[in-house]
């Protein structure tokens, strides 16, 4: 089910005026950003200096840079939805005791997704950096949608956003630092999403939970369990499925 | 098959159950032929413990027979007879490379419901409540062992299931106890607690080198246990004031590291454990700590207080300014079961302890509901009840 849904109730589908202050916050977070990362002087801390200055575009005109703004806006609907704070915000972290390179390994095969997150059916990988993303909804419903993989560096970071056209508009990234030495990962999850309006819109807003970072805390509990214990824990089975052999 | 089911506070009944299924690939399924009630069973017994639900299956102390092997456990086969520590643990995550077995990350599938009470969620624990993970317990006829490729431990046949049996937890949990008091020559180790963990302790406290040791009860049949099997000096609490006994037989000094084998539902004759009762039952308080109070206010300067009795909630009165006062070091936690099972092992392979003189009942699983409120009301003498499903 491919529904088209339009972001219209919580966007004002014109193109957001970007006041003083947001503008002046921009400024500031990106020179922030931009001074923490050159001072770094490392590979990491040049990048994340890069990464802010359209965020100074921005402070500074009000717009983003066109190259991003062809970016955002061949999908439209994501950047709309998205823009500044709106939507859903979610980072959760965690600690892993595998090396970067198998953690990056597992979650870039994006079907292991739904070994770990609860609320996904299957994610098929497109090629080209696409994939479709089936999600179950309350009361069995399925959200779908396509996304493509904006930003990939090994063992470093994936960062995704949702395409036009699906039932959720969302973009995350998922960062991956050693810790402990090189013998842990820290995996940081940025998630922001918005479920359109009309029906699907409280479906969507209620299979995330009413604690949204709670249900992705629990999804990287079992991913954790999953590459370190190499099983997901489970008290009991299914009900209605423990009657056994008779003994 | 048959299991011991809890249907509420002073309600248990042995009932028809399914029996239990591989479900993930490292389980096992254990055919139990021998199981224990534990203390810390009698806090669920007497309504203290949050999120049991009706019909959960009850039991931590259980060993038995392998019944059946998930696909992904290469360490144990069908027929290997083995005994079950009661954490649940993965073996492979931070906590377990430490050693902290009984803190393991992975094993608590109900992990966000202890978090919400103390950060940070501890191992699970066989049939032991909701927010140790819902793992059905060992008082059945069978049960499903997960991670079983680190937990159980293999026992030679020429060992009696009684004696390796108390490997499950309380010989593991006495000896740890006795081993975070860190015992140095000369030392005097007193004991809060003559039940099955107090034994074990004063017990696991001579192997560690203690010069005395000092048990503390009022039950006769207990104390005699401690000084008869035990060889420990015993006080009784209802006939002395302990503080000031413990005082004149140190020469003034306090015993160096007092272990607190008690928990929550300690009982006592003096003003603090009457106000315990009071705000315990009227709900104003979740444990009684009379014992942990007394314990700081008898140790030495510098001393250790150890505590293998268990305690759930938010402790009133609490002397901390005691502790800090003397500088003491207080050592607690659930038992790190697997760091200690082959060493136990040995030492009863050798000779060194033989752990079933604990045992003063052996019953079958029927007798379940009776013998859970003869141990809580220390009727006839009982100190430990060992069960036989089969």
Known sequence: ???????????????????????????????????????????????MAAGAVPLAYRGATGRWPAACEALLSSSGDTREALSGPRGINVKESVRLECPVDEVYRFWSRLENLPTFMKNLVVVTDLGGGRSHWVARGPGGVRVEWDAEIINEIQNKVLAWKSLPGGDVVSAGSVTFEPARGDSGTQLTVTLQYQPPAGKFGKL??????????????????????LLEAGEIAKAAGAPGTSAGAGR | MKA??????????VERVPDPQILNPRDAIVKVTSTAICG?????????????????????????????????NERLKVGDRVVVPFTIACG???????????????????????????????????????????YPGGQAEYARVPFSDVGPIKVPESLSDEQVLFLSDIFPTGYMAAENCDIQPGDT???????????????????????????IDRFPERLAMAHSQGKAEVLNYEEVDVTEALRAMTGGQGPDSCIDAVGLEAHGTTLDAWYDRVKTSLYMATDRPHALRQAIAACRKGGTVSIPGVYGGW????????????????????????????LLLGRIERGEIDPSFVITHRVSLDDAPEMYRTFRDKQDDCIKVVMKPH
């Open chain 1, 1 to 47: 089910m491919h529904t088209t849904a339009y972001p219209s109730d919580f966007d004002q589908t014109s193109e957001p005026s970007v006041d003083q202050l947001q503008r002046w916050g921009a400024l500031a977070a990106a020179a922030a950003v931009i001074g923490y990362g050159v001072s770094r002087r490392s590979l990491p801390g040049l990048l």
């Open chain 1, 204 to 225: 969507v807003a209620q299979a995330f939970g009413s604690e949204p970072s709670q249900t992705i805390r629990e999804d990287l509990r079992r991913l954790k369990q």
């Open chain 2, 4 to 13: 011991a089911c809890y249907y509420g506070k002073e309600d248990i009944r």
């Open chain 2, 40 to 72: 810390s069973d009698l806090h669920i017994y007497d309504g203290y413990i949050p999120t049991m639900e009706r019909g959960d299956i009850l039991g931590h102390e259980f060993m038995g027979e392998v019944v059946e092997v998930g696909r992904g």
């Open chain 2, 92 to 134: 492979h995550c931070f906590f377990c490379h430490k050693q902290l077995w009984s803190l393991c990350d992975n094993s608590n599938p109900n992990a966000w419901l202890a978090e919400k009470m103390a950060g940070y969620s501890g191992s699970a624990l066989f049939g032991y409540s909701h927010i140790y993970g819902g």
């Open chain 2, 189 to 215: 180790v007193a004991v809060w607690g003559c039940g099955p963990v107090g034994q074990f302790a004063i017990k696991s406290a001579w192997l560690l080198g203690a010069e005395r040791v000092i048990a």
């Open chain 2, 315 to 342: 402790l009133d009165k609490f002397p901390l300014g005691a502790a800090f006062a003397k500088g003491l070091t207080l050592k607690m936690g659930q038992t790190h079961m697997h760091r200690y099972l082959p």
